[in-house]
């Protein structure tokens, strides 16, 4: 490949860290991926960059024959073709395909940056709190794209591998128009602010007079995770008027006893919908318990939410 492309740079990682690390510096316009990367539950999170980056990409098999492992990732939800290449095929193949792929028309994209400077007002009147776990990456994506620069301050808790908190904060905060920032302890909510507590060794919660703060607490694992849905939803039930709270994809339970507590004590609750769900476990029961007021597709979740937070 490099013979039929003079002056092609070529990056090799070993670990999935290394490649999200080295796609996020170096912005390829193609990337090789062998077939185990992309049965490991973190791989959506290069899934997601390299949508963001319009990174063309190609799972490699061990052979021509082999299948996807099962117990892997659900979130390889990808059309024929994507396996079409194996370790045996020859150079001329790799090299073939990635002529195609890379002489593809490229998407027109926006920047962010550009977009985050024009701030248009809303009379936004509440706080929003969303939980999240398998495919959570990608959900969290359609929502925050939908949220104006001067979204409400919006709280959320992502179930992801310990080294890859960082860097979603980093993805989010590239293709979203708000600002996107970790949560840490004793921040106090702004306006037009998104905070991820994502592969942090804390649970997030609010104080519960304003001006509302941040609160991050060690403790041992609510609901099966740290940091826990639960317990950044039940923080907040003492000012459950002034909040909207979702729950999106994910495995488990997590969020949605609190997402009751919250709504009892009148805060407006939704649950992403099965059709659109990649793993409908907390939202079919946040649904089920009667957590949830309304169950919405993701297309139109960031709206709904929105929405809401004008009454």
């Known amino acids: 490949m490099v013979a039929a492309y003079p002056g092609l740079q070529v990056l090799l990682a070993n670990n999935l860290m290394m490649a999200y690390n080295q796609a996020e510096a170096g912005q390829p316009s193609f990337a ?153 302890d004793d921040l106090t909510l702004q306006t037009g602010h998104v905070y991820i507590a994502a592969g942090q060794p804390r649970h997030m919660g609010v104080t519960p007079r304003k001006p509302y703060r941040i609160r991050m607490k060690e403790g041992p694992n609510v609901s099966g995770h740290t940091p826990s849905v639960d317990a950044l939803f039940a923080s907040a039930v003492p000012f459950a008027k002034d909040v909207v709270a979702a729950i999106l994809t994910g495995m488990g339970q997590d969020g949605a006893k609190s997402l009751l507590e919250l709504r009892k004590a009148g805060a407006t609750t939704f649950a992403q919908d099965e059709k659109t769900a990649v793993v409908y476990g907390m939202p079919r029961v946040a649904w089920e318990i009667g957590a949830a007021q309304k169950q919405v597709p993701l297309a139109r979740m960031a709206g709904a939410i929105l929405q809401a937070c004008k009454t």
């Open 32 to 184: 090789f991926v062998e077939d185990g990367f992309t049965q490991l539950p973190e791989f959506e999170m290069m899934l997601a960059l390299f949508s963001a980056l319009d990174v063309r990409w190609v799972s490699v098999m061990d052979n021509p024959n082999s299948t996807p492992a099962r117990g892997g990732s659900p979130l390889l939800n990808v059309g024929a073709g994507i396996f079409e290449l194996s370790k045996s095929d020859s150079p001329r193949q790799f090299v073939q395909y990635f002529d195609m792929m890379i002489k593809a028309p490229r998407k027109n994209a926006t920047p962010m940056a550009a977009a985050k400077t024009s701030a248009g007002r809303e009379d936004f009147k509440k706080i929003i709190l969303i939980g999240s776990s398998t495919g959570g990456v990608e959900a969290l994506r359609n929502v925050l794209v939908g949220f104006p620069v001067q979204c409400p301050p919006t709280l959320i808790v992502q179930h992801t591998g310990r080294s890859f908190g960082t860097g979603l904060v980093s993805l989010l905060d590239r293709i979203c128009p708000a600002k996107v920032v970790s949560a840490d």
